[in-house]
């Protein structure tokens, strides 16, 4: 544990990345494969059952000291982490505290903790028996750990026993360091992690070691998706047109379809099996060779339709366990095919895309002429003219229904993660609204104690024809301002509150700002009506008044139009 | 009548006819201290502790008409019996006591309770009425002695000896504790100053503050890697152009902000050290108690959360200082 806890400290110190890839290879190298199986584990940000909450610990140390809840909050919202905050105050508050009477059982882990037990210990033994407690024997051992704990493991401790623990390290950077530690392929290392995790030695012991040629069946698990990137003109201006291809970019969500003797597949960019969500699709994928594996979007899309639908039909089998009959027909679903990883037991990543699609195109025709083949569609695509063309066939890529296009170079290997320079997404522009700041709450992590999550709102109609307009919540957004801003936005906040409610404080309605959205529906959950996807703020408009933003009119109209545009066509 | 009111132009002292830290040009100054928040040019005339004079001149301009005072010696202005009293902070920081018939109001400005090389320790003045600050007014701050810090520092520094390493730090107060605090500790290597740090330096040498001995960067060569040398400068030279000169140095910030993750790993230094010349938490509440105020008003930061604390837990009559009229 000391580790694992001298490689958290200085991670937390370092900026640089190649540092701290630096770090995390040394230490993998070093450690105990078991030990190491939860160090990954925990870098990447697997998620744990949650042992104990951060209430639960807070409840704690608050009936131990009463520390009065109002006092709690201000430090918590202050900070932004409750186990850092539980941290922070354990050392003020541990001289009011009475001396614990330890308890046999309690005792005895105590006893185990001086011997300066491993990694492993702590995770599968003692941090699962404290949650199991009962509640008096458990504040007991939480409050005589804290006792015998030195400070700086405090946040640590707190950290493991609440469950999150993200500490700035992004998962790319986990896998570039066990692949320099351990003398491997990043794009093997990645398709490695595909199995399933497990903190143990031979998890870890399989995850680094020395690559084998041979690869042998996959089975179910899925090759390691490659994603594009948005497209910045500066970066494809070099090439000719016509080594680039372009096709649909589809509002749905990727997805990989295998076919093997064993059984069919299908998994989420996620990494969930999405199977009994689709049902249609496993039956369809029957016409698929054994030993195939095809890369493509799954949508809501009917047989005899021009066109999919829109996202949220989607979201209605997403939630589901099971998927009933009507929920079948209302929400017909294809998968589009856009690239064919495997076939017939070849792994064709390495070939071109040129390739791969004639190979994609063949294999096709064949699943068409089956039953239910209709569900598997071609993503129609064209080898570009000439980069003038580019722009304008986006916008018939969105009248078609899509949300932008894909370019993708003609000669491109299929590679693994966001690798840059072969696939770009070139999304249309987003809509947008100009909304007013009615409300602030404090971030989390990095952006604690700074006021970063804002909500927005509209102009809504008057309640009676006499009566002033009124502001009606419409988004919260969280990115899109540079730190500059941020902090010139939160002095603006502190001096212009107006109310505060626990965390959040309500501020003078007078900026406003420009915020941009992928999508707008109806939504009965929503106080204004509507829902928008992916909200983030464009830009701060100094220039305007908050009497000048939009109303939720102006929203409504969006949604029309956005809904005529799908029958229309 | 109250003995202090509340005016756009900061603390007003009717019976002085006098203001206190004043936020606007104003006849007559009180200064607590010389930092640029609380001693603002263009006033008639101003008043404070002896020691500041360099710092304040250098400041607010040399030809100000400043009134010196030693600590704890009382002087009248009108109806009003004055006196500063040390407030432990930085070189020359005061409370300040104004006593009008019998009643005593302290305001005491910017001010720390745990022990500082650099300058007088704070002394506990009784009063009525105590205005106090409340920068870290958050039971989370608790400070750890200066000492301690200065170890860490050291190690720190001493730790890498292949790059320069770049301690962020206030440039008056701060930059020169951490200098007495390393020579308190027995380092006795040059320090280097970037040139902000380095005027107000000279103040507390003239003032026989006992430092480690230090020098401006640029009197070095430009082509010196500085591999191994520690050079204070402040925050606002932090990915300046100034900083171009140091080849990939190792940097830190000493702050009680530091105190919490978030804020250093937003602010991008390495390093935090948690160093603060404001009371904290503790320090906080114990000098209101030892005040023997009954009223409190609490000002700046978290002047909220202190004041609803000490009216709950000890039963004052603590409000922030917005509700004074």
């Known amino acids: ?569 | 009548m109250n003995v202090l009111e509340r005016t756009d132009s900061g603390l007003y002292c009717r019976a002085a006819d006098a203001w206190i830290d004043p936020s606007r040009p104003v006849s007559r100054a009180l200064i607590t201290h010389a930092h640029a928040d609380h001693a603002r040019p263009g006033c008639g005339e101003y008043w404070a502790v002896d020691v500041s004079e360099g710092v304040l001149r250098q400041r607010l301009g040399r030809d100000i008409h400043l009134h010196c005072m030693p600590y704890r010696q009382e002087f009248w202005l009108n109806q009003a019996c004055l006196s500063f009293h040390s407030a432990g902070h930085v070189l020359g920081s005061a409370q300040i006591r104004v006593m009008v018939e019998d009643q005593v109001w302290v305001v005491t400005g910017d001010y720390k309770r745990c022990p500082d090389p650099s300058c007088e320790p704070f002394e506990v003045v009784p009063c009525d009425v105590l205005i106090t600050e409340a920068t870290f007014g958050l039971p989370i701050y608790a400070w750890a002695p200066g000492t301690l810090v200065a170890t860490q520092i050291r190690d720190w520094w001493h730790g890498d000896r292949e790059r320069p390493s770049l301690l962020f730090c206030y440039s008056f107060g701060k930059a020169q504790r951490l200098l007495a605090e390393l020579n308190a500790i027995g380092v006795d290597e040059e320090v280097l100053l970037h040139g902000a740090v380095e005027t107000v330096t000279r103040h507390y040498r003239e003032a026989g503050v006992a430092m480690t001995s230090s020098r401006p960067v640029s009197e070095l060569p430009r082509k010196d890697s500085l591999a191994g040398r520690l050079i204070l400068a402040p925050p606002s030279a932090h990915r300046s152009a100034w900083m171009r000169r140091f080849r990939s140095p190792q940097t830190a910030f000493a702050s009680g902000w530091m105190a919490v993750r978030g804020a250093r790993r937003r602010r991008g230094y390495e390093r935090g050290f948690v160093l603060s010349d404001h009371a904290d938490w503790q320090g906080l509440v114990q000098t209101v108690l030892h005040s023997g105020a009954k009223t409190v008003y609490v000002t700046h930061g978290q002047s909220d959360v202190l004041a609803r604390f000490l009216r709950e837990r000890h039963g004052l009559d603590a409000q922030p200082l917005d509700q004074l009229i």
């Open chain 1, 1 to 569: 544990m000391n580790a694992f806890a001298a490689l958290i400290e200085e991670l937390d110190q370092s900026t640089g990345t190649k540092r701290k890839i630096d770090l995390i290879a040394d230490h993998l190298q070093q450690a105990d494969a078991h030990d190491a199986a939860w160090t990954v584990l925990l870098l990447m940000g697997e998620r744990r059952k949650r042992l104990i909450t951060g209430r639960r610990l807070r409840e704690i140390l608050q009936q131990a000291s009463a520390m009065p809840d109002w006092l709690f909050d201000d430090c918590q919202s202050h900070v932004g982490d409750s186990a850092e905050t539980l941290s922070l105050l354990w050392p003020q508050l541990r001289n009011d505290i009475p001396a614990q009477i330890h308890n046999p059982e309690v005792a005895f882990w105590i006893d185990q903790l001086s011997s300066a037990p491993p990694m492993h210990w702590w995770m599968e033994t003692l941090l699962p028996a404290i949650a199991a407690m009962e509640p008096n024997e458990q504040t007991n051992a939480v409050l005589t750990i804290w006792e015998s704990l030195p400070d700086e493991r405090l946040f640590l401790f707190n950290k493991l026993l609440t469950g999150g623990f993200r500490i700035g390290v992004a998962r790319g950077l986990v896998v570039k360091a066990i692949a320099a530690g351990f003398n491997l392929e990043e794009a093997l290392v990645l398709e490695r992690l595909m199995t399933p995790w497990a903190a143990s030695e031979r998890w870890f012991q399989s995850l680094t070691a020395i690559n084998s040629e041979e690869r042998a069946n996959r089975g179910p698990v899925p090759y390691p998706f490659f994603l594009a990137s948005p497209l910045k003109q500066e970066s494809i201006d070099a090439g000719p047109a016509s080594e680039w291809w372009v096709e649909n970019k589809w509002d749905g969500i990727r997805g990989q379809l295998i076919q093997r003797g064993s059984g069919t597949y299908l998994w989420s960019r996620g990494e969930e099996l999405i199977n009994e969500q689709f049902p249609e699709l496993i039956d369809m994928a029957a016409a698929i060779p054994e030993d195939t594996v095809l890369d493509g979007e799954v949508i809501c899309w009917a047989e005899t339709e021009p066109q999919p639908r829109p996202f949220s039909d989607l979201q209605r089998r997403l939630g589901r366990k099971t998927v009933g009959r009507k929920l079948r027909l209302e929400c017909p679903v294809s998968f589009v095919a856009y690239d064919l990883l495997e076939h017939n037991g070849d792994d064709l990543r390495s070939t071109s895309l040129q390739q791969r699609l004639r190979q994609l195109d063949e294999l096709h025709q064949r699943i068409g002429e089956k039953p239910s083949g209709w569900r598997c569609r071609l993503s129609s695509g064209q080898q570009l003219g000439h980069w003038d063309q580019l722009d304008q066939l986006r916008a018939q890529a969105v009248e078609r229904g899509a949300e932008g296009v894909m370019l993708k170079h003609l000669k491109s290997p299929y590679l693994s993660g966001r690798k840059r320079g072969y696939w770009w997404k070139h999304k249309r522009d987003p809509m947008t609204l100009d909304a007013v700041l009615i409300y602030a709450q404090a971030g989390r992590g990095r952006r604690a104690n700074l006021f970063t999550d804002y909500t927005f709102a509209l102009w809504g109609q008057p309640q009676e024809p006499s009566s002033n307009p009124q502001l009606v919540t419409f988004a919260k957004a969280y990115s899109g301002l540079n730190d500059s801003e941020i902090l010139e936005l939160d002095r603006w906040i502190r001096s212009h509150t107006q109310e505060r409610f626990g965390p959040t404080r309500s501020v003078a309605p007078e900026l406003v700002f420009e915020i941009g959205f992928e999508g707008i529906q109806t939504s009965k959950r929503h106080k204004c009506g509507l829902a928008v996807r992916f909200p983030r703020i464009l830009r701060w408009r100094h220039d305007r008044t908050a009497e000048s933003a939009n109303t939720i009119v102006d929203a409504q109209t969006l949604c029309d139009q956005l809904a005529n545009r799908g029958e229309a066509s």
